[in-house]
């Protein structure tokens, strides 16, 4: 069974940083993209960045330029959201998600179960 363990949320200042980490366990599939979007109270989940398997990027306008999503080096099946000069309205429930690939099935996403961050002096 898949499963998408996240970690690093927490309690920052405002200009502060944290660093989201996203697990994927118990996947036998090619792994075609991950992301983060965000939930904050009484709005739409959002989408904060993807990565592809190829490395290729997608942001937000909102969070270009001071956060950064990665995977890991070797399996790709870690996720990472570096997060710099975080702000107030950075606030929210990050989701990690996952677009595993398989002949049979096509693609299916898979989410985590979400991290809080919150950022308040």
């Known amino acids: 069974q898949v499963q998408l363990v996240e970690s690093g949320g927490g309690l920052v200042q405002p200009g502060g940083s944290l660093r989201l980490s996203c697990a994927v366990s118990?996947?036998?599939?090619?792994?075609?993209?991950m992301g983060w979007y965000r939930q904050a109270p009484g709005k739409q989940r959002e989408l904060v960045a993807t990565?592809?398997?190829?490395?290729?990027?997608?942001y937000d306008d909102s969070v270009k330029g001071r956060f950064t999503i990665s995977l890991d080096n070797a399996a790709k099946n870690t996720v990472y959201l570096q997060m710099n000069s975080l702000k107030p309205e950075d606030t929210a429930v990050y989701y990690c998600?996952?677009?595993?690939?398989?002949?049979?099935?096509?693609?299916?996403?898979?989410w985590g179960q979400g991290t809080q961050v919150t950022v308040s002096s």
């Open positions: 998600n996952a677009d595993l690939w398989a002949v049979l099935t096509g693609t299916t996403r898979y």
């Open positions: 118990g996947s036998r599939f090619s792994m075609a993209a």
């Open positions: 990565i592809s398997s190829g490395r290729a990027t997608i």
